[in-house]
């Protein structure tokens, strides 16, 4: 998986916060099915983590939906953790963290459900992220959880090596690197879950053009699952041939698409 940077992620985040909720059209979209797949299961949970709460949207759902539920958000961006607050419902029983997701500040068995969306694919390595949300888990406690996967953005990163390739660029390829499918399941287990179950579907956002794309990653605060675009004359001259590729090949008269594979898995923890 792609070495991410902590800080450059927690700082994107955290500046991009107040513009977040206008841009982050799938990842509502996201919370919205995931929300109905929760509500589906029809067991109703009394202490919750929200892990990567960003601005509050699922964390302020579950407790309109549970109002004597006692929740806790927790999300590594300060500026995110503020946006949250401000969301939740002033008489709910809630708090917001600002912590990592990697190292949950809880102890162990505080929760008997542990939910998060589109936030995983940017901790690293999985299986020590997924073994924090088991150990802070109550026994007999569900984890649930929607993350990006492998195909994410996949017209992006093909157009990028693509440029590379043409213009005989030394860079290295330093898109974003989601995981599979197999590969989040087979972490569920190594870190100790049972009855793992991971599926994936997908959503398409269309943008009128490459830069209108890339302007709603920056705008967000996931530039990171972008090329990172180099400096100098040769940067220049990929990032022109890779938006040259991307609506050669992709490109229509409704725009460009992007497209997001959104993996949904959930684990339990042994009673």
């Given at each position: 998986m792609t070495q991410i940077d902590r800080i450059k992620v927690r700082r994107a985040f955290s500046e991009k916060s107040g513009n977040y909720d206008d841009l982050a059209v799938v990842q509502q979209r996201v919370v919205r099915r995931f929300l109905d797949g929760i509500l589906a299961s029809g067991s109703?949970?009394?202490?919750?983590?929200?892990?990567?709460?960003?601005?509050?949207?699922?964390?302020?759902?579950?407790?309109?939906?549970?109002?004597?539920?006692?929740a806790v958000g927790l999300d590594m961006a300060h500026g995110m953790a503020?946006?949250?607050?401000?969301?939740?419902?002033?008489?709910?029983?809630?708090?917001?963290?600002?912590?990592?997701?990697?190292?949950?500040?809880?102890?162990?068995?505080?929760?008997?459900?542990?939910?998060?969306?589109?936030?995983?694919?940017?901790l690293n390595p999985l299986d020590s992220a997924f073994a924090e949300a088991l150990r802070v888990l109550k026994p007999g406690g569900r984890f649930c959880f929607a993350m990006f996967g492998e195909?994410?953005?996949?017209?992006?990163?093909?157009?990028?090596?693509?440029?590379?390739l043409l213009h005989g660029s030394s860079a290295a390829d330093r898109s974003h690197r989601f995981s599979s499918r197999a590969e989040t399941l087979e972490a569920l287990g190594r870190a100790?879950?049972?009855?793992?179950?991971?599926?994936?579907?997908?959503?398409?956002?269309?943008?009128?053009?490459?830069?209108?794309?890339?302007?709603?990653?920056?705008?967000?605060?996931?530039?990171?699952?972008?090329?990172?675009?180099?400096?100098?004359?040769?940067?220049?001259?990929?990032?022109?041939a890779m938006i040259d590729q991307y609506e050669k090949n992709y490109g229509g008269d409704s725009g460009i698409p992007a497209t997001y594979e959104v993996l949904y898995g959930q684990g339990i923890r042994r009673g």
């Open positions: 109703e949970p009394s202490a919750v983590l929200d892990v990567g709460a960003g601005t509050g949207r699922l964390l302020e759902s579950l407790l309109v939906r549970f109002p004597s539920l006692f503020r946006s949250a607050a401000r969301r939740l419902p002033a008489e709910s029983d809630a708090a917001l963290v600002c912590a990592d997701g990697e190292h949950l500040p809880f102890r162990d068995c505080s929760f008997d459900t542990v939910v998060s969306t589109s936030t995983y694919q940017w195909s994410t953005l996949f017209e992006l990163k093909a157009s990028y090596r693509q440029a590379l100790g879950f049972t009855e793992c179950r991971v599926t994936s579907e997908t959503e398409v956002e269309r943008h009128r053009d490459v830069p209108a794309l890339l302007r709603s990653l920056k705008g967000i605060g996931a530039g990171n699952a972008a090329p990172v675009q180099g400096k100098g004359l040769g940067g220049r001259t990929v990032t022109a």
